[in-house]
């Protein structure tokens, strides 16, 4: 009888550490990713790599800037999958319509209506950010042959955050032999708000003829500021809002154009700077055009980039490499972009790269000039 009650003690012991040792690797990780939000949250937003097709997310202004009807455009990012068993996941889809504006003038103005859905997912603890936002631009044209626009622009969007606090475990719940099974007495904020946000935008673009053009772009997002804190309803005895975050407001200034050297190959500068608090980011690379045939505009591009960023009291490096990969077929355009992220998360210098994959469509789409900078 004594070996397996033996057996038994051993193996409840046994039960008993893997499940504590469990749970407390379970609340650093949720330790850091709190951190992380903190940080996060108060700080700026999250990015894409191939910011240009996703336009609407980067300057309302380039809502309707392409020479066409209606486009639809999809992006996805997948980040640091080689770290975490539930990496972040970033997603956004757009639709955009241009409509000609009868008037007087000999200019041919244009207007645009843009709608965007936007989400980032934290799989790991269930934590996620939904946004819809509804943009409107005016296409001031500057000449004659329909070349030089000048656009303004404004955003409005609606955000939900939240968090499922079923995913997390803390350590009053565990019973202390079979498992997590007690109700906890942690004192735990809402686990969903909602807020409202607004941006707005400017952008001149310049295509004297095909295949030549030159864009610059002035951005200005959260100009509200809205509370993001899962604690914002929270007061301490002095009736002051418990951690209280505030979204920074984020100022960006996009440039772009295209050269061409020959009749099938052409250069795409491309230059974002954004600050938002104490953060600065910098992205600037070039993509590389060639065409696939002199019919039409079917092209292959491929494009390096740098992303330097730097914070106020950590100074400034450069944070990733990139390389890009795109395709225009008709009228889709498709682009692939890995991130090889030069900042290491952990000790073991296991670097944490991004991979997006982006698709468009262009409906009534010319071939011959294309309004809007790609990728």
């Known amino acids: 009888?004594?070996?397996?009650?033996?057996?038994?003690?051993?193996?409840?012991?046994?039960?008993?550490?893997?499940?504590?040792?469990?749970?407390?690797?379970?609340?650093?990780?949720?330790?850091?990713?709190?951190?992380?939000?903190m940080l996060d949250l108060s700080a700026?937003?999250?990015?894409?790599?191939?910011?240009?097709?996703?336009?609407?997310?980067?300057?309302?202004?380039?809502?309707?800037?392409?020479?066409?009807?209606?486009?639809?455009?999809?992006?996805?990012?997948d980040q640091w999958s080689r770290v975490l068993e539930?990496?972040?996941?970033?997603?956004?889809?757009?639709?955009?319509?241009?409509?000609?504006?009868?008037?007087?003038?000999?200019?041919?103005d244009a207007a645009a209506v843009g709608l965007v859905f936007f989400r980032d997912k934290v799989s790991g603890v269930d934590f996620g950010t939904q946004q819809i936002a509804l943009s409107g631009a005016y296409h001031k044209g500057l000449s004659y042959d329909n070349k030089q626009f000048l656009t303004v622009a404004f955003q409005g969007a609606?955000?939900?955050?939240?968090?499922?606090?079923?995913?997390?475990?803390?350590?009053?719940?565990?019973?202390?032999?079979?498992?997590?099974?007690?109700?906890?007495?942690?004192?735990?904020?809402?686990?969903?708000?909602s807020y409202g946000d607004l941006s707005v935008g400017i952008n001149y673009a310049f295509t004297p003829k095909v295949r030549k053009s030159f864009y610059v772009g002035f951005a200005m997002h959260h100009i509200l500021q809205p509370?993001?804190?899962?604690?914002?309803?929270?007061?301490?005895?002095?009736?002051?809002?418990?951690?209280?975050?505030?979204?920074?407001?984020?100022?960006?200034?996009?440039?772009?154009?295209?050269?061409?050297?020959?009749?099938?190959?052409?250069?795409?500068?491309?230059?974002?700077?954004?600050?938002?608090?104490?953060?600065?980011?910098?992205?600037?690379?070039?993509?590389?055009?060639?065409?696939?045939?002199d019919y039409s505009s079917n092209s292959l591009y491929i494009g390096g980039?740098?992303?330097?960023?730097?914070?106020?009291?950590?100074?400034f490096g450069l944070d990733a490499l990139v390389l890009m990969v795109g395709l225009q077929q008709g009228n889709f355009l498709f682009g692939v972009s890995y991130d090889a992220n030069l900042k290491d998360l952990t000790q073991y210098q296991q670097g944490q790269g991004a991979f997006e994959l982006s698709i468009s469509y262009f409906g009534d789409f010319e071939n011959s000039n294309i309004m809007c900078p790609s990728f």
């Open 1 to 37: 009888m004594k070996r397996p009650l033996i057996k038994y003690v051993l193996r409840s012991v046994h039960l008993r550490s893997n499940l504590y040792i469990k749970s407390i690797m379970k609340q650093i990780f949720i330790l850091f990713l709190a951190l992380f939000f």
């Open 44 to 77: 700026q937003d999250k990015h894409f790599t191939q910011f240009y097709a996703s336009p609407l997310t980067l300057n309302p202004a380039l809502t309707g800037a392409y020479n066409g009807r209606y486009r639809v455009s999809t992006i996805f990012r």
């Open 86 to 108: 539930s990496p972040y996941r970033t997603f956004a889809t757009e639709l955009d319509v241009r409509f000609k504006v009868n008037t007087n003038s000999q200019y041919k």
């Open 158 to 193: 609606i955000a939900q955050r939240n968090l499922n606090f079923e995913q997390l475990t803390f350590g009053d719940e565990f019973d202390g032999l079979t498992g997590f099974n007690f109700d906890t007495d942690e004192e735990l904020p809402i686990n969903n708000f």
């Open 227 to 293: 509370e993001v804190s899962f604690y914002k309803e929270e007061l301490d005895d002095d009736e002051q809002p418990i951690g209280s975050e505030k979204l920074y407001t984020r100022l960006s200034t996009q440039l772009s154009a295209e050269i061409p050297f020959s009749e099938t190959f052409s250069i795409l500068p491309r230059l974002l700077v954004a600050k938002q608090g104490p953060h600065f980011e910098i992205n600037a690379g070039a993509n590389l055009r060639f065409m696939l045939n």
């Open 305 to 315: 980039w740098v992303r330097p960023v730097g914070m106020e009291d950590n100074g």
